[in-house]
């Protein structure tokens, strides 16, 4: 488990570094417009996602049969070499290229999850999945925080920390990182015909009670990318916050994320189970969002960041419900499907949020709501409610 937290916390901070000044890159690529960023950002949001879509399931398919250590290497070698890229791009279009790269080798994370499936008993599963949900607060504590100070600098320098973030990362895998599935729990042979997008999706179908919680995950975190998709474009447009406390304000979500997954979720799932624990943490993000969809002012905005780290609760409680339902050898195409599953989601979420927010501040908005996005995910996850009520069964 320490290994794989520092792999999954190195990636985070990878990615955590840029978030403050991907759109504000993108915005000085297409003069200054918010809400010509705002349909950019989707854009390179979909195709982010339409990438790992297609790549998650066969990246899940090759760990099965050749091990997770050579996948989760080859994701952080390539993921470097990318932000090199876009560090280096000076055209919309080139970066643009180096985030549906970007999509294809973010593979480490839904490897990270199979790996925990590996080497962790099924009831202490969800306490394993907080532990990198723990790594994943942490690197947006340091990553968003570090990314909006030195974005300050140089609007290019994030990039760059970013690739040597992810190059220590295959540093660190090569020499340190051990294979967790053994020769003989290995799959035979790669089926070709379920290692695809489709096939993945399928494959979801034919264990038990799966595809319930796997439409579950897909209404989540379909709610989830109002964050990524609007988060700094709307509290600069609201709230007047520029990079640095766009970073600032990330970093506490962080470190509220943190806390719920180190600290709460490995006492809070045993005592009340993965389904209750699932329930209650669906109820807070729908809070969490809207007070951050109707906040007049930042600082009421700031009350709706404890709750939805609260959310945080349900995603290990969903996790450990799946790896339950799968045998060993398919828990890295298990992961990739679900991984599959969520880029389904990234794939129009992106261009869905970001155009609610465009349209909700444009001069002849029905409703100048312009945080109807935070709104509409509050409506996806009461969804999600009801929805875990039926199939999110012990």
Partial sequence: MAFVFITVLLDMLAF???IPVLPQLIRDFVG?????????VGIFGTLFAVAQFVCSPIQGALSDRFGRRPVILLSNLGLGLDFILMALANTLPLLFLGRVLAGVTAASVATANAY????????RRAGAFGIVGGAFGLGFVLGPALGGLLGGIDIRLPFW???GLALLNFAYGFFILPESLPLEKRSARI??????????LLMLRSFPRVFGLALLAFTSNLAHYALPSTFVLYTDYRYGWGAQKVGLVLA???ISNVLVQLVLVRRVVP?????????AGLLFGMGGFA?????PQGTLFLLGIPLLALWGLAGPATQSLLSRRVPDDQQGRLQGSIASVVAVAGIFAPWLFTHIFAAAIAPDALLALPGAAFVVSTLLLGVAFVLALRVARA
């Fill in 16 to 18: 955590g570094v840029v």
């Fill in 32 to 40: 200054g417009d918010y809400a010509q960023a705002a349909v950019w």
């Fill in 116 to 123: 925990i499936a590996d080497v962790t008993p099924a009831d």
């Fill in 161 to 163: 920390v970013a690739a």
């Fill in 191 to 200: 089926d070709w015909r379920r290692a695809n997008p489709v096939g993945a």
């Fill in 252 to 254: 506490l979500v962080g």
């Fill in 271 to 279: 005592r009340f189970g993965e389904r209750r624990t699932l329930l």
């Fill in 291 to 295: 007070i951050m969809g109707l906040a």
